[in-house]
């Protein structure tokens, strides 16, 4: 099911074998926890890239800002930012970027005159959760799942002293991502907009919030997204009140590109993973990982000094759960006559008027 679109759903009657009726049961409870699933997008694929930043101060935000004094080309690509307050403040950030020289160096340099950037790395590699793995325990009498820390750190462990370093894998290469490039439009972006935050919106949901019609919204899932395999999975969204039970933590980190992708593909099915980027030509990460509340203590125990033997560089910040904002891809900066991504205002400020004649914004 992890493999594809979850949104159909006569798919998961025929996966899990179940009735709809049964299904939809599920969903409306799913939805009332407000937890779920979410899809993973193909960036690259739509012509965008990201960037992660580390910063050596917080950035300040505003309830009518995303980020303060952050030119308007630039705003609309945020993709994450949090604020660490232990063991230091600062701000980490990751930004979406047309997947172009002139694009990625515009971000850059308009996101070094709100703050001090202290590294950034472009991610050719996304790494979203995963369905938890044999170290994690449910019971079911008294309700409650635990990841087992020790099995968790011995097994990375052993991950670690196995790795086969002639194993190989893709390193970022600019050209074969502006091949993978497919053609979309508007409508695509505001669809999978909607799926980002909900993957289990049915077509006649889309066509409500995108004010189409479910014909058009067939066609355009079928021919745009599902054919030419934007979608890449679904990953698990966690519920706004399981996060305030857990202590988020962000890693940032560096070592041998294959070696950190592996552990990090195994670090993905901690649960309580929430997602991570890659570098995989200078071996650069960033992952977040929340950790519920009562399993803390043996949290510290096992997993900060295992960390520290997995990787030769990495540095865990303690986020301000409350600081944290996430947004789904962009569209407002996107040129709906020509479809493709601008970084010019004009064309923000023209389609942000189109977007709200029609009442999507």
């Keep these: ?42 960036i690259e694929k739509i012509g965008l890239v990201q960037i992660a930043f580390k910063f050596s101060n917080q950035l300040k935000t505003s309830s009518t ?23 230091d403040t600062r701000s980490l950030l990751i930004s979406f970027a047309p997947l172009s020289t ?28 995963k369905l938890p793995g044999e170290f994690f325990e449910c019971d079911y009498k008294y309700k409650i799942c635990i990841n087992n820390w020790k099995q968790i750190s011995e097994h990375l462990k ?6 086969d370093e002639r194993e190989e894998f893709s390193v970022l290469d600019k050209k074969r991502l502006r091949k993978k490039r497919h053609r ?54 966690y519920g706004r009140g399981m996060g305030k039970t857990m202590a988020v933590f962000s890693f940032w980190g560096r070592d041998e590109p294959s070696r950190t992708r592996v552990l990090l593909n195994e670090i993905s099915r901690i649960y309580g993973f929430i997602s991570g980027v890659l570098n ?15 399993e ?13 033997e997995l990787f030769s560089e990495i540095e865990a910040y303690q986020l301000d759960k409350f600081s944290i904002r996430s947004y789904t891809i962009p569209y407002i900066p996107f040129d ?4 493709e991504w601008s970084l010019s205002e004009e064309v923000i400020v023209e389609t942000k008027e189109s977007l709200m004649k029609k009442g999507l914004i």
């Design 1 to 42: 099911m992890n493999n594809n679109p979850i949104f159909f759903r006569q798919k998961l009657t025929r996966v899990i074998g179940l009735n709809i009726d049964t299904i939809n049961r599920w969903i409306k409870t799913i939805n009332i926890i407000d937890s779920g699933f979410i899809i993973n997008t193909d």
């Design 65 to 87: 800002e995303r980020i303060t004094g952050l030119p308007e080309r630039s705003k609309w690509f945020l993709r994450w930012k949090a604020d660490a307050v232990f063991p």
């Design 102 to 129: 002139i694009g990625i160096n515009t971000i850059l340099k308009d996101y070094a005159l709100v703050g001090e950037i202290d590294d950034y790395f472009i991610a050719d590699s996304y790494i979203p959760n």
């Design 158 to 163: 052993k991950i670690a002293d196995t790795f």
């Design 184 to 237: 979309i439009d508007l409508l695509d972006l505001l669809m999978l907009s909607h799926l980002e935050e909900n993957a289990l919106y049915r077509p006649q949901e889309l066509a409500t919030k995108t004010k189409s019609t479910v014909l058009k919204i067939n066609r355009h899932l079928r021919k745009h997204i599902l054919y030419p395999q934007i979608i890449n999975g679904t990953r698990i969204r």
């Design 280 to 294: 995989s030509k200078s071996g650069k990460f960033m992952f977040m990982l929340g950790v519920p509340g009562h």
């Design 296 to 308: 803390i203590f043996e949290y510290a125990e096992y997993m900060p000094n295992t960390f520290k």
């Design 336 to 339: 709906r006559f020509n479809k």
